[in-house]
C-alpha cells in the first residue's frame, strides 16, 4: 500500500545520510559513527524471509546504512523456513550477523537457545521514544529487549479491484455476510469473487485469525494465542465453520480447492491484478498494494484498493498485525557493524527509504506519513500507528515455530488440508489442538 516519491523527504533523507543527522523527526543518533565512515571495511551479513521486491527494497535501506556508515552488507533470503535455515548456518559456523525474524514465536525459540544479543543502549531508547509499548513486548523475551520491529504488517485488508466491484454493481461490504453476498454477485458477473493462495499456509492462517479475532473477541484470541484455551474450544470450532462457509463455495474461490491450492502469494494477486484478471479480490496484509504497483503497474487507489476485513457475527472488525523484527546474533562476526545497522534501523530516517519505495508500514510513531507515496498507504499507516497497543499480533507469529511457521507441517498444513475439505470443523480443530499441544510443549 505504500508509494511514489515525497520530494519532501527524498531531500530530507538524502540530507540525513549526508550529515548523519538526525533529522525528519528524531530518532536518536546511530553509534556507527554519524556518516564519517566509522565502519569501513566491515561487512554485516542478513538473514530474512524476503525476495524480489521486498527484498529489493529493504536493499535500498541497506544501501543508505552503508552510505552512512562505510559498512559493506549482503543479504540471504531464507524462505519461510527462517529457524531452520538459521539454525543450520550457526551450526556450521556461518551465522549472519543480524536476521529479520518474521515471527514472535521464532524470537522466543531464538532467544530461548541463547543465540540473541539484547539490543543496545542506543536502540533500547529508539524503541521508548518511537514506538507503541506493544511493539517492545513482542520484542521481549523474560524482559530483556531483543528484537527490533523495523517492517509491520496490516493484515486486516481486503483488496479488491474497484472496476470489477463497479461492474457488479457492489460496494464495498461492512459485515463477512455481506462480503460473501458481494462475492457471489461478483461470482455471478463473469470473475470469481476471490483469488486465495491456499499453496501458502501461512495465508489461511491469516483468514482464521481474523474470522476468530471479530467471531470469538480479543479475550479468547490471546488466550488461543498463548495456548491457553485449547483449539477443541467452541470458538475455534465456530471460527472454522465460518470460514469453511467461503473454503467450500467453488464459486467463490478461484479455481475452487484445488486451485486454491495450486495458487501463492505472489500468484493470488496477479489472479486480481495482473494482466489477465480471474477474480475480483484478494484477501491479504497491506503488502498486497506493493505487488500490485510493482509488479502489475497498478496505480493504489484508482486500480487497487481495499476495504476493513469485515465484522464477522456481530463482533467488532478485527485489527490483526505482523511484522519482521532485526535481531543481532551473538554468532556473527561483526556483531559491532550488526549492533549499529539495528541502531539505524529503529530511526525514522530508515523506515524512510522503504516507505518511499512502497510496499511498507513501519509502525515507528516518529516516521512522517508523508514518506508514504498514497492516500492508501498513508491511511493504513496512520491506523495502525494509531491502534497502538490495541493490536493484536498475528497469533500464528506468535505460537513456536513448529505449529504456526513452518511449511508443510502444524497450523499451516492443517488449514491447507482444511482448505481442501472444510466438511468437519470439528475434527480440524482436534487436528490443531494435538499439533499445538505437541509444539507447546517442545
Same mark, same amino acid.
Given at each position: 500500500?505504500?508509494?511514489?516519491?515525497?520530494?519532501?523527504?527524498?531531500?530530507?533523507?538524502?540530507?540525513?545520510?549526508?550529515?548523519?543527522?538526525?533529522?525528519?523527526?528524531?530518532?536518536?543518533?546511530?553509534?556507527?559513527?554519524?556518516?564519517?565512515?566509522?565502519?569501513?571495511?566491515?561487512?554485516?551479513?542478513?538473514?530474512?524471509?524476503?525476495?524480489?521486491?521486498?527484498?529489493?527494497?529493504?536493499?535500498?535501506?541497506?544501501?543508505?546504512?552503508?552510505?552512512?556508515?562505510?559498512?559493506?552488507?549482503?543479504?540471504?533470503?531464507?524462505?519461510?523456513?527462517?529457524?531452520?535455515?538459521?539454525?543450520?548456518?550457526?551450526?556450521?559456523?556461518?551465522?549472519?550477523?543480524?536476521?529479520?525474524?518474521?515471527?514472535?514465536?521464532?524470537?522466543?525459540?531464538?532467544?530461548?537457545?541463547?543465540?540473541?544479543?539484547?539490543?543496545?543502549?542506543?536502540?533500547?531508547?529508539?524503541?521508548?521514544?518511537?514506538?507503541?509499548?506493544?511493539?517492545?513486548?513482542?520484542?521481549?523475551?523474560?524482559?530483556?529487549?531483543?528484537?527490533?520491529?523495523?517492517?509491520?504488517?496490516?493484515?486486516?485488508?481486503?483488496?479488491?479491484?474497484?472496476?470489477?466491484?463497479?461492474?457488479?454493481?457492489?460496494?464495498?461490504?461492512?459485515?463477512?455476510?455481506?462480503?460473501?453476498?458481494?462475492?457471489?454477485?461478483?461470482?455471478?458477473?463473469?470473475?470469481?469473487?476471490?483469488?486465495?493462495?491456499?499453496?501458502?499456509?501461512?495465508?489461511?492462517?491469516?483468514?482464521?485469525?481474523?474470522?476468530?479475532?471479530?467471531?470469538?473477541?480479543?479475550?479468547?484470541?490471546?488466550? /488461543? &494465542?498463548?495456548? +491457553?484455551?485449547?483449539?477443541?474450544? #467452541?470458538?475455534?470450532? =465456530?471460527? @472454522?465453520?465460518?470460514?469453511? *462457509? !467461503?473454503?467450500?463455495?467453488?464459486?467463490?474461490?478461484?479455481?475452487?480447492?484445488?486451485?486454491?491450492?495450486?495458487?501463492?502469494?505472489?500468484?493470488?494477486?496477479?489472479?486480481?491484478?495482473?494482466?489477465?484478471?480471474?477474480?475480483?479480490?484478494?484477501?491479504?496484509?497491506?503488502?498486497?498494494?506493493?505487488?500490485?504497483?510493482?509488479?502489475?503497474?497498478?496505480?493504489?487507489?484508482?486500480?487497487?484498493?481495499?476495504?476493513?476485513?469485515?465484522?464477522?457475527?456481530?463482533?467488532?472488525?478485527?485489527?490483526?498485525?505482523?511484522?519482521?523484527?532485526?535481531?543481532?546474533?551473538?554468532?556473527?562476526?561483526?556483531?559491532?557493524?550488526?549492533?549499529?545497522?539495528?541502531?539505524? /534501523? &529503529?530511526?525514522? +530516517?530508515?523506515?524512510?527509504?522503504? #516507505?518511499?519505495?512502497? =510496499?511498507? @508500514?513501519?509502525?515507528?510513531? *516518529? !516516521?512522517?506519513?508523508?514518506?508514504?507515496?498514497?492516500?492508501?498507504?498513508?491511511?493504513?499507516?496512520?491506523?495502525?500507528?494509531?491502534?497502538?497497543?490495541?493490536?493484536?499480533?498475528?497469533?500464528?507469529?506468535?505460537?513456536?515455530?513448529?505449529?504456526?511457521?513452518?511449511?508443510?507441517?502444524?497450523?499451516?498444513?492443517?488449514?491447507?488440508?482444511?482448505?481442501?475439505?472444510?466438511?468437519?470443523?470439528?475434527?480440524?480443530?482436534?487436528?490443531?489442538?494435538?499439533?499445538?499441544?505437541?509444539?507447546?510443549?517442545?
Amino acid at each position: 500500500m505504500m508509494r511514489r516519491r515525497s520530494t519532501l523527504l527524498t531531500g530530507c533523507t538524502a540530507l540525513v545520510l549526508a550529515l548523519g543527522a538526525t533529522a525528519c523527526g528524531g530518532g536518536g543518533p546511530v553509534s556507527a559513527g554519524g556518516g564519517d565512515k566509522a565502519l569501513s571495511g566491515q561487512s554485516v551479513t542478513v538473514a530474512g524471509v524476503w525476495s524480489g521486491t521486498e527484498q529489493a527494497n529493504f536493499q535500498k535501506v541497506l544501501d543508505a546504512f552503508t552510505e552512512k556508515t562505510g559498512a559493506k552488507t549482503s543479504f540471504v533470503s531464507t524462505g519461510d523456513n527462517v529457524s531452520t535455515v538459521v539454525g543450520s548456518k550457526i551450526e556450521g559456523g556461518n551465522a549472519p550477523d543480524v536476521v529479520m525474524v518474521p515471527q514472535v514465536g521464532v524470537l522466543q525459540q531464538f532467544a530461548a537457545k541463547g543465540w540473541l544479543k539484547p539490543l543496545s543502549k542506543t536502540a533500547r531508547q529508539s524503541v521508548d521514544s518511537n514506538f507503541a509499548n506493544v511493539w517492545k513486548s513482542y520484542g521481549s523475551v523474560d524482559g530483556t529487549l531483543y528484537g527490533l520491529y523495523f517492517k509491520a504488517a496490516h493484515k486486516s485488508t481486503v483488496w479488491y479491484s474497484p472496476d470489477a466491484l463497479a461492474q457488479a454493481g457492489v460496494e464495498p461490504p461492512k459485515t463477512y455476510d455481506e462480503m460473501l453476498k458481494a462475492g457471489q454477485t461478483v461470482s455471478d458477473s463473469g470473475l470469481a469473487a476471490f483469488s486465495v493462495a491456499g499453496q501458502d499456509g501461512w495465508t489461511l492462517t491469516d483468514w482464521f485469525e481474523n474470522v476468530y479475532l471479530s467471531q470469538a473477541g480479543p479475550e479468547k484470541y490471546d488466550a /488461543l &494465542a498463548a495456548h +491457553e484455551l485449547k483449539w477443541t474450544d #467452541a470458538s475455534v470450532v =465456530g471460527a @472454522l465453520t465460518t470460514l469453511g *462457509k !467461503l473454503f467450500k463455495d467453488k464459486q467463490l474461490i478461484q479455481g475452487g480447492q484445488k486451485g486454491a491450492l495450486n495458487t501463492d502469494f505472489p500468484g493470488s494477486v496477479e489472479k486480481v491484478f495482473g494482466p489477465k484478471p480471474e477474480a475480483g479480490m484478494v484477501y491479504e496484509g497491506d503488502f498486497v498494494a506493493g505487488v500490485a504497483k510493482d509488479q502489475f503497474g497498478k496505480e493504489i487507489g484508482k486500480d487497487a484498493d481495499f476495504f476493513p476485513f469485515p465484522a464477522v457475527a456481530g463482533g467488532e472488525a478485527p485489527v490483526v498485525s505482523g511484522g519482521d523484527a532485526a535481531v543481532v546474533l551473538k554468532d556473527g562476526k561483526n556483531s559491532k557493524a550488526g549492533t549499529a545497522l539495528l541502531e539505524y /534501523l &529503529a530511526t525514522p +530516517e530508515a523506515a524512510a527509504v522503504w #516507505a518511499e519505495a512502497g =510496499g511498507f @508500514l513501519s509502525p515507528n510513531k *516518529k !516516521l512522517d506519513l508523508a514518506s508514504y507515496g498514497d492516500d492508501v498507504s498513508r491511511a493504513t499507516a496512520k491506523s495502525l500507528v494509531d491502534a497502538g497497543d490495541s493490536v493484536r499480533f498475528d497469533m500464528s507469529d506468535q505460537a513456536p515455530a513448529a505449529f504456526g511457521g513452518t511449511k508443510g507441517t502444524g497450523e499451516w498444513k492443517i488449514l491447507q488440508d482444511f482448505l481442501r475439505d472444510p466438511s468437519d470443523p470439528k475434527a480440524t480443530a482436534a487436528q490443531l489442538e494435538a499439533a499445538a499441544a505437541k509444539a507447546y510443549k517442545g
